[in-house]
């Protein structure tokens, strides 16, 4: 009975709250049993990994503090709000839609890359590792507003950009950066809130909606598209290729012209469809082509060539090349706006030296 007792007494000696058994002479440091002590949490974001090697603690202590501050971030931003345009004919309206994107991981990826290991303790008895990892919340939020303000700088620049520079082209990139940058600061904001104990952000020096209104204002009063193309169906994909620019959000002035210095830009080409002979008793086949070529003014310089052709089959001839009609509609279209989007918005990405070397249809 006594040896029972002493044995009670000895078991509840080495629990300690928490759940945690400890033996004499183990006794963990401060930061284990009350972290929020050690590294108040107006000062640290904290976690706390336990694993058999110091090196798989250290990384749970790392995903524990990722957990939080992400979880956290995530809070914030659920209610961030962008816009996206939709055309419908002649009537447009902004859409609010709920994004938690891409930016916030980023943005997110780059504080936590100021995640330490605070501390690290060693209990031989059970042969395991304790890490505390932390983020000096002082340390981070003097990083985010560095990045901040050179954002901010940057965005002041694309914005004056958008709205005075004298090429059209380059003050649809000067927009449309300024739009993509201030995205990217909402994702950063989101992760200042997290940060200061405060939960207060910085305001930026513009709204995505303002210099949203500003380039579609511009692109619909000043921005001059023209298109001219020949051959089979090309009333029908010169609509199509005028849709796709609208989706696009370049749906300014675009009308049908043959003056090559008649607009911004000129989106000049071909269209053909034609019967081929094939040996299959069921189906009747068409080929179709396309080659347009994108030109920029003043001077009609020559910034981009697609050429696109395919094959498409019906029991019928004719339903054959509705069929190809309706293909080469989509592809060519789909082309056309990928490129200008590209080349406005990417410049760097794009070549500066186009030429056309080759053509998808046959020349006579």
């Given at each position: ?13 080495g629990v ?17 049993m ?7 949490p ?30 956290r971030?995530?809070?914030?931003s659920i ?5 996206a345009l939709?055309?419908s004919g002649?009537?447009s309206h902004?859409?609010r839609a ?11 990826s780059?504080?936590?890359?100021n ?17 505390l ?15 901040l303000?050179?954002?901010?700088a940057t ?10 520079h004298q090429q059209k082209?380059q ?9 993509r940058?201030l ?9 200042l ?6 939960g ?11 210099i949203?209104r ?9 921005l001059?598209?023209?298109?001219s ?12 290729i ?18 090559q210095?008649g ?16 040996p ?5 086949y ?12 003043p ?12 094959r ?11 069929r190809?009609?309706g293909?080469?509609?989509h592809?060519l279209s789909?082309?056309?706006a990928?490129?200008l ?9 794009t ?5 056309r ?8």
């Amino acid at each position: 009975m006594t040896f029972r007792i002493f044995l009670l007494i000895t078991v509840w000696l080495g629990v300690l709250p928490g759940g945690c058994a400890w033996l004499a002479g183990e006794t963990p440091p401060d930061w284990i049993m009350s972290p929020h002590q050690v590294y108040p949490p107006d000062r640290f974001l904290t976690g706390i990994g336990e694993a058999e090697s110091r090196e798989q603690a250290e990384q749970r202590a790392y995903t524990a503090v990722a957990r939080v501050f992400s979880a956290r971030v995530k809070a914030q931003s659920i209610d961030r709000e962008t816009y996206a345009l939709y055309e419908s004919g002649d009537m447009s309206h902004t859409q609010r839609a709920l994004q938690l994107d891409h930016r916030t991981q980023v943005t997110t990826s780059k504080v936590l890359e100021n995640v330490n290991v605070l501390e690290v303790w060693y209990q031989p008895s059970k042969h395991q590792f304790f890490a505390l990892a932390g983020l000096d919340r002082q340390q981070a939020e003097h990083g985010i507003l560095e990045r901040l303000d050179t954002l901010d700088a940057t965005i002041e620049n694309m914005v004056r950009q958008g709205r005075s520079h004298q090429q059209k082209s380059q003050r649809i990139r000067g927009f449309k950066e300024a739009m993509r940058l201030l995205e990217d600061r909402t994702a950063l904001n989101a992760d200042l809130r997290v940060i200061r104990p405060s939960g207060e952000s910085l305001m930026a020096p513009y709204q995505v909606p303002t210099i949203q209104r500003e380039f579609q204002d511009f692109v619909s009063r000043d921005l001059v598209i023209t298109v001219s193309l020949t051959g089979d169906h090309h009333d029908e994909l010169e609509r199509a290729i005028l849709d796709g620019l609208k989706q696009e959000g370049l749906f300014g002035n675009v009308t049908a012209s043959t003056s090559q210095e008649g607009g911004d830009l000129a989106i000049e080409g071909q269209g053909r469809i034609w019967t081929v002979a094939l040996p299959d008793p069921l189906f009747k086949y068409v080929r179709w082509c396309g080659d347009i070529d994108i030109y920029e003014n003043p001077g009609h310089k020559l910034i981009g060539v697609i050429s696109e052709t395919g094959r498409e089959g019906h029991i019928t001839e004719r339903e054959a090349q509705v069929r190809a009609s309706g293909v080469m509609q989509h592809v060519l279209s789909r082309e056309v706006a990928r490129f200008l989007t590209q080349s406005l918005l990417h410049p760097h990405d794009t070549p500066s030296d186009a030429s056309r070397t080759s053509h998808a249809c046959p020349q006579p």
